[in-house]
C-alpha cells in the first residue's frame, strides 16, 4: 500500500478534482483499493507500480479538472 499526497489539490474547489475524478483517475491508472481520507489530496492506493499510477492519472486530472501540480508518493509501512 501507498499514500499519494497531492499538492495544492482541494476536492471539489476550482482547480481540483471531485473525490470520484481523482479515484476514478487512479483506479483507470492502474490501482487498486483507491480510497481517498480527506479532501485535501491524501490517497491510499495499492499498485506494484504506484509512481506510474500518479503519471498516468496526472493527464486525466489535468483535462477534465485542470489540477497539475505535484503528488508525493509514500508507501504506508514509512508513514
Do not use: C, W
Amino acid at each position: 500500500m501507498h499514500v499519494v499526497f497531492y499538492r495544492n489539490l482541494n476536492l471539489g474547489h476550482a482547480g481540483s478534482p471531485n473525490r470520484e475524478q481523482l479515484e476514478g483517475a487512479l483506479e483507470r491508472g492502474g490501482a487498486s483499493h483507491v480510497k481517498s481520507f480527506q479532501t485535501n489530496g491524501t490517497v491510499l492506493i495499492k499498485s506494484e507500480d504506484p509512481e506510474g499510477v500518479v503519471a498516468a492519472a496526472a493527464s486525466e486530472l489535468a483535462a477534465t479538472a485542470g489540477y497539475d501540480d505535484v503528488a508525493i508518493v509514500r508507501p504506508l509501512a514509512d508513514l
